[in-house]
């Protein structure tokens, strides 16, 4: 069993910056591949990053654009999403998830066995 808990969401303007964090229990962690995930209302949960058991390597949604990062801490059991230059288009829930494996790529909501609670993104214009 694996719980994860997302925090650091809130409201920021357009063009700045937001780090969410997810903290994982269990022991599992480390062998496990990890991503976040958002959904905006009215819209489907949409694949954003991923990143591989060990950290060294990542995958990302081409909405991405090098505007958002990944990287995790495996001693903190924690993995996180830095967001930076915000557009009010990324308003969303941003949910941390993992799937059993150990290598990031794309990821489709049916192949995650387990999400976090999700945390609120608000960009504002």
């Known amino acids: 069993q694996l719980q994860l808990v997302e925090s650091g969401g809130g409201l920021v303007q357009a063009g700045g910056s937001l780090r969410l964090s997810c903290a994982a229990s269990?022991?599992?962690?480390?062998?496990?591949?990890m991503g976040w995930f958002r959904q905006a209302p009215g819209k489907e949960r949409e694949f954003v990053l991923s990143?591989?058991?060990?950290?060294?390597?990542?995958y990302h949604a081409d909405f991405v654009k090098g505007r958002f990062t990944i990287s995790r801490d495996n001693a903190k059991n924690t993995v996180y999403l830095q967001m930076n230059s915000l557009k009010p288009e990324d308003t969303a829930v941003y949910y941390c998830?993992?799937?059993?494996?150990?290598?990031?790529?794309?990821?489709?909501?049916?192949?995650?066995?387990?999400w976090g609670q999700g945390t609120q993104v608000t960009v504002s214009s």
């Open positions: 998830a993992t799937k059993n494996t150990m290598w990031s790529g794309r990821w489709y909501p049916s192949e995650v066995d387990y």
């Open positions: 269990g022991r599992t962690f480390s062998t496990r591949a």
């Open positions: 990143i591989s058991a060990s950290g060294s390597s990542t």
